[in-house]
């Protein structure tokens, strides 16, 4: 079945640093998600990315699609200790209405 | 305001016995889902349902059972064939099967002693 590769597993940052995470998949993606849960909380969905190339931002949050369609970035400027938690993206099965969550890489910040 | 409930938030049972989570969800959505997590680690999809009355084994079916009555709701039963059920139980919903953004429950933690 469809697998993603996230990295890294865990990263921590003193607050006002960078932060990236990365997906990679060895197959074209119609599209990639991501979603950031807060610890002791659940998964929120931030963003879709669907078109080769594609880049999208929200305040701080960058999101990047390859030109490939196989990668993705999650890329936080100057990071806020509200951006503490885990960060997972998330690609559809071929085949399959679901979603293949990666194992997430986990932010924390040293304030 | 829509969204999915999961009920309850916190679970203990005894080991042996069945236990079964509640989801319920008001945004008319088709698709449902149930994810393990287990401490510091991903989401790990045990079955999920496209609609009302058909269902499908994700990764880690065995020792649960589902159903789907409703299209709100899509109860997860943990039996006491599941080795080791103590997990973080969360339950999603999306508009068309997994093709847009999923919404998450709060999650049920269960512990079984």
């Known amino acids: 079945g469809q697998q993603v590769m996230q990295i890294p597993q865990y990263q921590h940052v003193q607050e006002g640093e960078d932060f990236t995470t990365y997906c990679n998949s060895s197959?074209?993606?119609?599209?990639i998600q991501w979603y950031k849960q807060r610890p002791g909380g659940h998964p929120v969905f931030l963003i879709q990315?669907?078109?080769?190339?594609e880049v999208k931002k929200q305040k701080r949050l960058t999101f990047q699609f390859g030109e490939a369609k196989k990668n993705s970035s999650l890329h936080i400027t100057a990071t806020q200790t509200t951006d503490v938690g885990t960060y997972f993206c998330?690609?559809?099965?071929?085949?399959?209405?679901?979603?293949?969550f990666g194992q997430g890489t986990r932010l924390t910040i040293n304030p | 305001d829509g969204g999915i409930t999961q009920s309850p938030k916190y679970l203990f049972r005894k080991e042996g016995q069945n236990v079964t989570l509640s989801c319920e969800q008001n945004?008319?959505?088709?698709?449902m889902y149930w994810y393990r997590q287990d401490p510091g680690q991903g989401l790990r999809l045990i079955y999920y349902?496209?609609?009302?009355?058909?269902?499908q084994k994700g990764d880690i079916a065995e020792g649960y059972s589902v159903s789907r009555e409703k299209k709100e709701s899509f109860p997860l039963t943990v039996t006491s064939a599941q080795k080791n059920p103590t997990a973080f139980y969360l339950c999603?919903?999306?508009?068309?099967?997994?093709?847009?953004?999923?919404?998450f429950g709060s999650g049920t933690r269960l512990t079984v002693v």
């Open positions: 999603a919903s999306t508009t068309s099967g997994g093709l847009y953004g999923y919404t």
């Open positions: 197959t074209t993606l119609s599209n």
């Open positions: 990315l669907v078109k080769s190339g």
């Open positions: 998330a690609v559809p099965e071929r085949g399959a209405q679901k979603l293949v």
């Open positions: 945004l008319n959505h088709d698709a």
């Open positions: 349902s496209q609609i009302v009355n058909d269902f």
